[in-house]
């Protein structure tokens, strides 16, 4: 238990400083910006309170806001997503359900669990952000389609990431039996 605190805790300084020192400064007129410290909301456990899950999603999302000078919006589409997290979970949940202690990773879950898991909550975070951020509907089509082309880039980033990164612990899915 102390050890999935320690490295949730380096996670979270981790995805802030990266976001804020790198990809806060990536921005390719105006359309792209990467989001990827939702990673951190993404790879808590299954087992962990919805409660605590939006504590730290608004807890992410201040921080992010008040070095970003965003007024919040941050945190509102964080806690969106962390609201969101067990719904879209057991949506995608597998026909058994999840076993307790189940790491989510694309190693233990499958590739196309994960990857299914993650544009969905990507998604959802960024059409709040970018709805939010724009505050109001006479650009509907344009807000829409910059949601849709960040949330790809942010999911391929996250997904890169995710498997530059992290460790492979037990191969369930056929993707990765070589």
């Not at 898991?117 to 059409?127: E, G, P, Q």
Request: aromatic content about 18%; overall charge positive.
């Amino acid at each position: 238990m102390i050890v999935k605190v320690i490295q949730n805790s380096f996670r979270f300084i981790f995805l802030i400083l990266v976001q804020v020192w790198v990809l806060n400064h990536v921005q390719w007129n105006g359309y792209v910006n990467p989001y990827i410290y939702i990673l951190f909301i993404l790879l808590l456990p299954i087992e962990t309170p919805s409660w605590l899950v939006m504590v730290l999603g608004f807890l992410i999302g201040v921080i992010l806001d008040m070095f970003s000078n965003t007024g919040g919006i941050h945190a509102a589409a964080t806690v969106f997503m962390a609201f969101a997290r067990p719904g879209v979970l057991r949506l995608i949940a597998p026909r058994d359900g999840y076993e307790s202690e189940t790491k989510i990773s694309a190693w233990s879950m499958g590739f196309k669990w994960f990857l299914t898991y993650t544009v969905m909550m990507v998604l959802l975070h960024h059409l709040v952000y970018f709805y939010l951020e724009v505050f109001r509907f006479s650009e509907f089509f344009m807000t829409f389609a910059k949601a849709i082309l960040n949330s790809a880039i942010t999911a391929a980033l996250i997904l890169s990431g995710h498997y530059l990164f992290s460790r492979q612990q037990g191969v369930k899915n056929e993707y990765f039996k070589r």
